[in-house]
């Protein structure tokens, strides 16, 4: 018996606005990494409406099934199958990343695995790569919303390595990457979205 399409209504509520921001960033045909795809919506629409982008879409293997009917449905050709990725792999499924999003990943990943991501990425980003970064965080050490604050308690309520991180920590780690914030875009619902782009004092 085939499993219900998975569905996330986060997903649905921040498509559009993510959209209106990567449109502006992804002007030029280039391959998208997407880490932590989930469900699998958020690659199925920026592929429909980004059609010069090719989406990689990439999760842990449990999530592959929901995110192949997603894709299945789509019929889109710049839509590539889902390929398993954790951060913690000491091998990654791909050679060479030339521009990567994520979205809310990393208040569910431990501190150790985001310094894990960054670590990954800077030996995997091209020249001029560009990494898009899209959920909660912190500001000087501080929420910046009451439901931030009460989101933060219910994820380490289910999982103490879990949490909002404070962009700052981010910010170093992505520097340490060889990568510089660019722009940091306010959002709906107390979010944000990083774009950092890889120094061009950075071989690549």
Same mark, same amino acid.
Not at 52 to 72: C, T
Not at 125 to 154: H, M, R, W
């Given at each position: 018996?085939?499993?219900?399409?998975?569905? =996330?209504?986060?997903? *649905?509520?921040?498509? $559009?606005?993510?959209?209106?921001?990567? !449109?502006? &960033?992804?002007?030029?045909? +280039?391959?998208?990494? *997407?880490? @932590? /795809?989930?469900?699998?919506?958020?690659?199925?629409?920026? #592929?429909?409406?980004?059609?010069?982008?090719?989406?990689?879409?990439?999760?842990?293997? $449990?999530?592959?099934?929901?995110?192949?009917?997603?894709?299945?449905?789509?019929?889109?050709?710049?839509?590539?199958?889902?390929?398993?990725?954790?951060?913690?792999?000491?091998?990654?499924?791909?050679?060479?990343?030339? #521009?990567?999003?994520?979205?809310?990943?990393?208040?569910?990943? /431990?501190?150790?695995?985001?310094? +894990?991501?960054? #670590? !990954?990425?800077? /030996?995997?980003?091209?020249?001029?790569?560009?990494?898009?970064?899209? @959920?909660?965080?912190?500001?000087?050490?501080?929420?910046? =919303?009451? /439901?931030? $604050?009460?989101?933060?308690? =219910?994820?380490?309520?289910?999982?103490?390595?879990? @949490?909002? !991180?404070?962009?700052?920590? +981010?910010?170093?780690?992505?520097?340490?990457?060889?990568? &510089?914030?660019?722009?940091?875009?306010?959002?709906?619902?107390?979010?944000?979205?990083? +774009?950092?782009?890889?120094? !061009?004092?950075?071989?690549?």
């Amino acid at each position: 018996m085939n499993q219900p399409k998975p569905f =996330s209504q986060a997903c *649905e509520n921040n498509k $559009e606005p993510i959209l209106h921001v990567l !449109r502006q &960033i992804f002007v030029k045909p +280039v391959t998208v990494w *997407e880490i @932590g /795809s989930g469900t699998g919506q958020h690659a199925c629409h920026f #592929a429909g409406h980004l059609p010069h982008v090719i989406w990689q879409p990439a999760d842990r293997a $449990e999530y592959l099934p929901g995110i192949e009917q997603w894709i299945s449905d789509a019929g889109l050709s710049n839509l590539k199958p889902p390929v398993s990725l954790d951060v913690n792999d000491l091998v990654w499924p791909c050679s060479r990343i030339e #521009a990567l999003f994520t979205a809310n990943t990393l208040h569910i990943m /431990s501190w150790q695995e985001v310094t +894990v991501l960054f #670590a !990954r990425l800077k /030996s995997l980003l091209a020249k001029d790569a560009t990494v898009c970064i899209y @959920g909660p965080f912190n500001y000087n050490g501080q929420y910046t =919303s009451v /439901s931030n $604050e009460f989101f933060d308690q =219910s994820l380490k309520a289910r999982d103490l390595l879990s @949490g909002i !991180r404070d962009f700052e920590a +981010v910010a170093a780690e992505a520097q340490n990457a060889g990568l &510089i914030l660019v722009e940091d875009h306010a959002m709906p619902a107390n979010n944000r979205l990083l +774009v950092f782009q890889k120094s !061009r004092l950075e071989t690549g």
